[in-house]
């Protein structure tokens, strides 16, 4: 008897449910298929994608934006390019719309295979940040925050037109910044959840109501519905839960996805805002109520959709298949010349635009950390050099800071493997070894505190060149709006160089 209380999908799951990098969820159904979309900022492709039949495993399968000619990034930084997207579908079609701030702003693309190509960009005339769509009655609404509030128009989402004046619906509860809305309708209600507070450590989900689209919106006195300011989640490993999205399965449970962060040494956080997913009911007042008290933990102890996990990704990422899976991006609009593969090898071209640099794009091709405690190494040997040219493996938050492990030409013909600090205006290098041969296994370990740095030649015997504080390449001391990035790079001293470098593989382990 009591074996059979615990039904077989009271198996919970694991916060976060997409980790690393992955800010800003929107999720979206189609039949029995889960959507969900993160912003990008200054990365090549933009909006990553990714698909689920639970809500709980991920698995990405693209991104939205895949053309330069729908993402002109221009000279975007950690503060630019693509902020917050929604993702609906609607009567047999699927919506991005999203916010281009290093371009035109607001728009949308649409498409009927979500796996295949996205329309070109679809632009809006409401301005403002974190544009959402409600579809109903063969109308289309948008909201976004133009000003101080939360505006609504209707529109037509094949020609971007705007149908109506824009007209301010809520103002939230006073928090700051009150942005990311979304229109939900259930049992004759229209709900609009946004988020207030900033999305820092006093970030907190809101809700209002009406009984018209266009209001007047009541709030739910039991606001805010999710935050981690307060005293019941003071010592949580998760803080700074905000920017939502809800979302109906098809056997009628309620589900929210959210952003939060996990705190590393204290209170610096590296791997980004990331992607969590709280269980949602509705109380006796038709307000919703997430996850019982309005926080969330790292272990969910709910029930849950019936599992569908994929196949755990590999260690090793092999340059043979001259492919890269849709987890690698690029910096801006790259240079897609650059990056070859030959012999089974990753050949990155070295060009005279480097890690610190603000415009343009380096040859660097990069992934999420998705871990606090993990292990990256590569194989690499760097080619037909002169002096000053380099290449090798980098812990990147931005331009001006990042942790680089790399093999570098020297004056005197030989090559050495380096490891260089780049803290703000600050460049320190660590260490400086001279090789005798070519190809070097570049090696970085992380845990909460530290990343340490080691290279090896012959595969195997990994010596330590330095470590280095975690929390001063952290989004509290560095700033932007996204997380570390492990890349390999190749850059010249001139233009006259034509070094090359080749990488073997790419391993990511959690530890
Ligand atoms: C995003 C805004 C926010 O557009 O940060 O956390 C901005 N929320 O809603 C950038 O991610």
Redesign the pocket.
């Known amino acids: 008897l009591t074996l059979s209380c615990f039904s077989q999908n009271r198996q919970g799951y694991q916060n976060p449910v997409i980790p690393g990098f992955h800010?800003?969820p929107s999720v979206c159904r189609a039949g029995d298929d889960f959507y969900l979309v993160n912003?990008s900022?200054q990365y090549f492709p933009g909006v990553p994608l990714f698909h689920s039949k639970d809500l709980i495993n991920w698995e990405q399968i693209g991104h939205c934006l895949t053309r330069p000619s729908q993402l002109p990034l221009h000279d975007a930084g950690p503060w630019g390019g693509i902020?917050?997207p929604t993702i609906r579908y609607n009567d047999g079609t699927f919506y991005m719309i999203t916010?281009n701030v290093s371009d035109k702003g607001n728009f949308l693309v649409h498409t009927t295979d979500p796996r295949g190509k996205w329309s070109e960009p679809v632009w809006l005339k409401q301005g403002g940040?974190?544009p959402s769509l409600y579809f109903e009655d063969g109308k289309c609404y948008l909201v976004s925050n133009p000003g101080v509030g939360i505006y609504l128009c209707e529109i037509n989402p094949k020609t971007g037109e705007q149908l109506n004046e824009s007209k301010r619906i809520w103002n939230g509860t006073g928090g700051r910044?009150p942005?990311?809305p979304h229109i939900y309708k259930k049992d004759d209600w229209y709900y609009l959840l946004i988020?207030e507070g900033?999305?820092e450590y006093g970030?907190k989900v809101t809700i209002a109501r009406s009984r018209h689209i266009d209001g007047p919106y009541d709030s739910n006195p039991a606001n805010p519905i999710l935050t981690h300011i307060n005293k019941n989640a003071q010592d949580s490993p998760i803080q700074?839960t905000?920017?939502a999205d809800l979302v109906q399965a098809p056997d009628g449970s309620w589900w929210m996805v959210c952003?939060a962060f996990r705190p590393q040494c204290g209170t610096h956080h590296l791997l980004g805002?990331e992607t969590f997913l709280a269980p949602v009911r509705w109380d006796k007042n038709a307000w919703p109520v997430v996850n019982g008290d309005g926080s969330i933990a790292l272990k969910m102890g709910v029930s849950t959709l019936p599992q569908q996990p994929f196949a755990k990704k590999p260690v090793r990422t092999e340059f043979k298949n001259k492919e890269l899976g849709s987890e690698w991006v690029y910096l801006r609009n790259y240079h897609p010349e650059n990056y070859t593969f030959a012999s089974g090898n990753l050949h990155l071209k070295a060009t005279p635009i480097g890690l610190n640099d603000w415009k343009g794009s380096p040859t660097f091709v990069c992934r999420r950390q998705e871990h606090i405690d993990f292990t990256a190494t590569t194989s690499m040997q760097l080619k037909k050099v002169i002096a000053g040219d380099e290449a090798g493996l980098t812990v990147y938050m931005f331009e001006s800071s990042h942790y680089d492990l790399f093999v570098k030409q020297l004056e005197n013909g030989k090559q050495a493997v380096s490891l260089r600090y780049q803290l703000g205006e600050l460049t320190h290098t660590e260490k400086e070894i001279i090789l005798s041969q070519g190809k070097v296994q570049l090696r970085v370990r992380g845990n909460n505190e530290l990343y340490m740095f080691e290279y090896a030649t012959d595969g195997k015997t990994f010596k330590e060149l330095g470590r280095m504080n975690t929390r001063y390449i952290s989004t509290e001391t560095a700033g932007g709006?996204t997380g570390i990035m492990l890349g390999l790079y190749a850059t010249a001293s001139s233009d006259a160089s034509k070094a090359y470098a080749d990488f073997e593989y790419f391993d990511y382990e959690k530890k």
């Open positions: 800010p800003d912003s900022f902020y917050a916010t940040i974190d910044h942005e990311g988020s900033g999305t970030h700074g905000g920017h952003l805002r709006f």
